[in-house]
């Protein structure tokens, strides 16, 4: 299974694409999407570069499912709006071309890849880097995107083992437990 990894940003997003077969991570490609060459004030005109970059990553690397950071609410409510609105170029982006998406906060990326919630940036270029096996670095905001798309990786095996659990109970009539009181 492919999966994209987005960390939006509406002067830099950060892209990753990971192939994942069973517990197997393979490293497929990253990068950013960068709109600096555009004005601040050009604000339509730089989230349609957002748009365009994420319809030709995932039109390049033909993903089979997303995954994007949640974004809070920043000390600047102006920058969270921005921000918001970068987030929503890609999800749109994300959502036109069919791609089932799962969004997660950066504490839980942090907690899937780092195993601590409040880890360093190095921290988590430096564990991407470990279990995709890359030569190097890859930058803040790629490795970023790359943890998210390890996430859902992660997710994912943990939901369908979940399913295959909860078919298995209910295939033998106990189904869930009886939550416990106390």
């Not at 990068?31 to 060459?37: A, E, M, R, W």
């Not at 004005?39 to 957002?50: D, G, N």
């Not at 994007?68 to 999800?91: D, K, M, W």
């Amino acid at each position: 299974m492919r999966i994209l990894g987005i960390d939006p940003g509406l002067r830099t997003t950060g892209f990753g694409v990971v192939d994942v077969d069973g517990p197997a991570l393979r490293y497929v490609a990253s990068g950013t999407i960068t709109t600096g060459h555009l004005k601040t004030a050009e604000l339509p005109a730089r989230l349609r570069v957002l748009f365009d970059g994420v319809c030709e990553v995932v039109q390049r690397y033909q993903p089979v499912a997303a995954s994007v950071e949640i974004v809070f609410v920043n000390v600047n409510p102006q920058s969270t709006l921005l921000l918001g609105q970068a987030r929503g170029a890609c999800l749109t982006a994300l959502v036109t071309r069919d791609l089932p998406v799962a969004e997660y906060t950066a504490l839980q990326m942090k907690q899937a890849v780092v195993g601590y919630g409040k880890a360093q940036k190095a921290q988590v270029q430096e564990m991407v880097r470990r279990m995709l096996q890359l030569p190097g670095l890859p930058g803040t905001d790629a490795a970023d995107a790359l943890g998210l798309a390890i996430t859902h990786a992660h997710a994912g095996r943990s939901l369908q083992m979940r399913a295959a659990a909860l078919a298995a109970d209910g295939a033998r009539g106990r189904g869930l437990p009886a939550p416990r009181r106390r």
